[in-house]
Nanobody, 120 residues
Framework: QVQLVESGGDLVQPGGSLRLSCAAS????????MAWYRRAPGKEREMVAS???????NYADSVEGRFTISRDNTKNTVCLQMNSLKPEDTAVYYC??????????????WGLGTQVTVSS
C-alpha cells in the first residue's frame, strides 16, 4: 500500500516562509512526476508546482519566483519551499505522485493535505 504523507503546514504572516514536505512510503519501484496542488476555500484544486524524476520543474504563474519545488529520489520525498507568502496562498496543499508499485502499473497517488494559512 503506497501512502503520501505531507507535513509543514502552519499559520504564517504575509511575507513569511514555510517549507512543506511529503514522503512516499510502501512498496515503491519508481516515482515519476511529483507535484504539489492546492485547494483554496471556494475554489477548484490547482497545480502549484511539479518536478520530474530528472529534476525539470514547472510552476503556476501565481507562485513563479516565490516557491521552489525539490525532490530526493533516494528518499522518495518532495518539498515545497514557499517564500514571500501572500494571503491568497491560503489553501490546503496536497502532495501528488505518479508511482510504479506492486500493480506494475503507473498510478496516481494523493496525500491527505496540509493546511497553509497566511494571515496577520
Amino acid at each position: 500500500q503506497v501512502q503520501l504523507v505531507e507535513s509543514g503546514g502552519d499559520l504564517v504572516q504575509p511575507g513569511g516562509s514555510l517549507r512543506l514536505s511529503c514522503a512516499a512510503s510502501g512498496t515503491i519501484f519508481s516515482i515519476s512526476t511529483m507535484a504539489w496542488y492546492r485547494r483554496a476555500p471556494g475554489k477548484e484544486r490547482e497545480m502549484v508546482a511539479s518536478i520530474a524524476f530528472g529534476g525539470s520543474t514547472n510552476y503556476a504563474d501565481s507562485v513563479e519566483g516565490r516557491f521552489t519545488i525539490s525532490r530526493d529520489n533516494t528518499k522518495n520525498t518532495v518539498c515545497l519551499q514557499m517564500n514571500s507568502l501572500k494571503p491568497e496562498d491560503t489553501a490546503v496543499y496536497y502532495c501528488n505522485a505518479v508511482i510504479l508499485s506492486v500493480t506494475y502499473q503507473w498510478s496516481n497517488y494523493w496525500g491527505l493535505g496540509t493546511q497553509v494559512t497566511v494571515s496577520s
